[in-house]
């Protein structure tokens, strides 16, 4: 009873970690590209092409090294509605609530080296935080009024991080009309997360339902690749073509449980008195206690990241103002299923009963299209302006849908920036705005299903800053 809802919990966990990733997103990598609204792949001429697109690379005319920042406020908002059937059971429904505010940062960092013996090739290496998340939540706490220990505030939390090291390469071909490029993703990530899980009993009302409170540590490493192709068709107008390769990461680590028992003397003695096996008495003892009960079990996950592709065009509409555009699919559905084991052997005052078993949950994704429009603006020699927009639909459905990630519903990007080259060294900074829709989750829509949701409202939106530093030489 017990720990299959806790094996419940670690499926939401590492959904939650890949939701990110086309949820909360980082918009993308380099301060120029975000400034273009992502809209990248067709013009790729500065070191975040490791990203976009590897080809892109051979464009460079100088070895550079790059640093940046990133600052990332969301604002999000939930009103829960969360009731099996009209009971309450524990949650803070039909209330605004609002996570624990803080700021994430975030920093990429590369260096590519421009061969002078053979000024077709680039090569080098770029590390960047591709996808980050972190949010609490005060949602719950128990209806049972004698519940042993006090229940942490914040109760639903999560913290995503995961690293990119990126070597890549590029070479031009036909005296620089076509470019070719790849690279390699040895990704780090990291995860912590905790929910509230509820299991049932054959007590009755408030105590049919004991809340857990769990918490998942992990991380793991994952490899994959990328890839991209550029060409130039005339003076005004380039295409390129780029995709990446899905990732696994594998995630291993454990999650440690908290069970707020029943300090009831009187009514543990009537489910004692009413007990018709051995399994039933010894349960009892376990729910009913002044102490909570506290264990640990190993976990091993697989957490699948998407493959994407993307076509881009870049087209030079005067002598001082550029145009881009990009359309990138990310095939989300590959998540289809997450496989999940358990170390049954459990450190400290685990469930009586049998060890739960490792089981494959169907998460149910969408694969998304989204479109990118950017521009640049040459203000003068040195000075040149960004702006950028996206359309980015989410991938997660009602069934699937939690607070904990930001992908509340389709997202609208605006972007402002610009950069200042004073000799070798370049300034850049963008400024993002992201609107998120509306979503409304049914009440309902966990009825009879094996998926896992947070029913109410929500709403979003999400301010970032990009600063970043170039050297070229």
Known sequence: ??????????????????????????????????????????????????????????????TEINFMGIGINPIPQYTPTIRYGDYEVGYKNDQTRYPQGKMHLAANASGFYKMLSREDIT???????????????????????????????????????????????????????????????????????????????????????????????????????????????????????????????????????????????????????????????????????????????DATAELKLPADAGLGFAYKASEKLLLTMDFSYTLWSSLDSIIIDLDTAATGEAPPGEPTESMTIRTKWDDILRLSLGGQYQVSDRLECLFGFYYDPSPIPDETFSPLFMDIGTKYSGNLGASLEVNNWELGYNFEYIHFSSRDIPEDVTAGSDFDNYPGLFDAYLIANHLSITYRF
């Open 1 to 62: 009873m017990v720990k299959k809802a806790l094996l419940m919990l670690l499926v939401v966990s590492v959904m939650a970690a890949g939701a990110y990733s086309g949820g909360l997103a980082l918009s993308g990598v380099g301060s120029k590209a975000i400034g273009m609204g992502g809209a990248f792949r067709g013009l790729a001429d500065n070191w975040s092409a490791a990203y976009w697109n590897p080809a892109g690379l051979a464009q460079l005319a100088q």
């Open 123 to 297: 090569f080098g290496v770029a590390l960047f935080v591709p996808y980050a998340l972190g949010s609490s939540w005060d949602l719950f706490k128990p209806n049972y009024e004698d519940a042993a220990g006090e229940f942490p505030t914040w109760d639903h939390a999560a913290d995503l991080r995961v690293i990119d090291i990126h070597p890549s390469i590029a070479k031009s071909f036909m005296d620089g009309k076509l470019m070719l490029g790849a690279g390699m993703s040895i990704m780090r990530g990291s995860i912590e997360f905790r929910k509230t899980v509820l299991n049932a009993t054959t007590l009755p009302r408030p105590h049919d339902y004991l809340a857990v409170d769990a918490f998942l540590k992990g991380d793991g490493w994952g490899y994959g690749a990328n890839f991209g192709v550029l060409y130039k068709l005339n003076d005004k107008l380039q295409v390129g073509l780029s995709g990446k390769t899905p990732t696994t990461l594998d995630i291993s680590g454990d999650v440690s449980n908290t069970l707020y028992t029943i300090d009831n003397i009187d009514l543990g003695n009537t489910a004692l008195s009413q007990a018709g096996s051995q399994e039933e008495i010894d349960l009892i003892y376990y729910i009913f206690s002044d102490e909570t009960r506290n264990w640990r079990n």
